[in-house]
């Protein structure tokens, strides 16, 4: 592997080279990446792609800017070409003489893969795709297309830095996306949902992927007979199995330093004070088994770690980067995060949720005599500035007389993010996980988030007046 080719030596000189006319800081972060992606469309598989991406940067931090440069040239020259590069854009800096005696740190966790995918047959790959599709088309006739696609990544990366570390990872991710079409007529309804994490093919076993693609197609097709949710303003119910999307984005998104220091947070110059229900706290985490969101170190050498961002409803501290805690003068907290080699790091999210309560989820569905359930949020918007956001709801029911009644359709949540969290007045003993891969400045990451189930006392709902 051309990451085990590159010596001590050779990182350190090349660290040297990037702070030659001055900085702060710099490293050098290398990556080999074994992709395979698998899609399946009308029964059929449709597109079938596999390949190796390698590639190594150097970046270098000065001030409150930083340079970044890549190749895919690993040769000794290219690696200080580059490095010589980003130096050139360190203005008025002096050099400095410098050593740097390169050592590896060991990491805070370690993750069991009991199956690498690299070592599972395409056959039963595609095999556990063409079995999910017939569990799907067999719920019923009403079902009309199912798309599934199954996709393993291999992706090994060592981060070395002028602070004098070595961070070696492998991250095997896996994952399996279903989507299915009901029709009854003009209606048509979908159902969604992945499955994946920082796991091997053992996340497969006793056929759970077919029991999703029941699941998924049962929901679309329940969801076509199901009215149009009633609008307005009621008590809101949101089941953990609705996973973390709201949390997500009404607040994640809010407390990732860069945007907190750009202005364009809501949660900005808050550390402190309320910005939730004191029943609220949240963590974003990524030293938990096996999630997506899960990493050894993050992408710039740092060991992954448990960062309380709200504690009882008072926010505590942001997402860090090595960049944005230089400026802000705090310690990293490990949420420095990239899509690949050509990216810089960024603040990112791992495993974002809403700690477990102590309220009896039957008991928080009960307390409602009349109002709304979401069993299973859908994409939305949210502006980070005011914290105002919509989100789609793909399966909700409404409550009447403390039960979970009738299912409705087209239902939409708006509201304010602050709001929200501070309204929450019961918060359950169970906690759900969603997964997805986050956008941000045009690079994406693997993330999971979650939160129990909770009780909005009072909360707009977007529906039929």
Request: with cysteine.
């Amino acid at each position: 592997m051309l990451i085990k080719q590159i010596s001590h030596e050779l990182l350190a000189k090349t660290i040297k080279k990037a702070l030659s006319s001055g900085g702060d800081y710099a490293d050098v972060y290398i990556e080999h990446t074994r992709p395979l992606s698998i899609q399946l469309e009308d029964s059929k598989i449709e597109k079938l792609s596999s390949g190796v991406d390698s590639g190594v940067g150097v970046r270098v931090i000065f001030g409150e800017k930083s340079a970044y440069a890549y190749s895919n040239d690993f040769s000794s020259d290219s690696l200080l070409n580059i490095a010589e590069s980003v130096s050139r854009a360190v203005k008025e800096g002096q050099g400095k003489d410098i050593t740097i005696d390169l050592k590896n740190v060991r990491p805070s966790v370690d993750f069991n893969i009991k199956l690498n995918p690299s070592n599972v047959g395409m056959e039963k790959k595609i095999s556990l795709l063409e079995n999910a599709d017939k569990a799907a088309r067999g719920v019923s006739p009403k079902v009309k297309q199912v798309s599934l696609i199954y996709r393993d990544t291999v992706r090994n990366v060592c981060i070395a830095t002028s602070e004098g570390t070595v961070a070696e990872d492998e991250r095997i991710q896996t994952v399996a996306i279903i989507n299915v079409i009901a029709a009854d007529g003009d209606i048509l309804q979908t159902g969604y949902e992945p499955l994946g994490g920082l796991a091997g093919f053992e996340l497969f076993d006793d056929n759970v992927f077919e029991e999703m693609a029941l699941r998924v197609a049962q929901k679309a097709v329940r969801m076509l007979s199901a009215r149009k949710a009633p609008g307005g303003r009621m008590p809101v119910v949101i089941s953990s199995d609705a996973g973390g999307t709201m949390i997500h984005e009404a607040i994640g998104h809010g407390l990732e330093s860069d945007l907190v220091q750009q202005g364009l947070s809501v949660y900005a110059k808050k550390t402190g004070q309320r910005v939730a229900s004191s029943l609220v706290t949240i963590i974003d985490d990524s030293t938990l088994p096996n999630k997506r969101g899960s990493y050894r170190f993050d992408d710039e050498g740092i060991v992954s770690q448990k960062t309380v961002l709200v504690e009882k409803g008072i926010l505590k501290g942001y997402m860090y980067d090595r960049l944005t805690a230089m400026k802000d003068g705090v310690p990293t907290t490990g949420n420095g995060r990239r899509e690949s080699y050509m990216h810089r790091p960024i603040p990112r999210m791992s495993n974002t949720f809403i700690a477990s309560g102590f309220e009896d989820p039957y008991k928080i569905i009960r307390s409602v005599n009349k109002g709304f359930f979401v069993k299973k949020m859908g994409g939305g918007q949210v502006n980070t500035v005011t914290g105002e956001f919509i989100f789609e709801v793909s399966e909700g029911y409404i409550i009447k007389n403390g039960l979970v009644d009738e299912p409705v359709r087209g239902a939409t949540l708006i509201g304010n993010g602050v709001e929200v969290l501070k309204s929450i007045d019961m918060v359950g003993s169970d906690i759900g996980f969603s997964i997805g891969t986050c956008g941000k400045d045009a690079q994406g990451v693997p993330v999971s988030d979650a939160m129990p189930t909770v009780r909005i006392p009072e909360m707009v709902v977007g529906g039929e007046i």
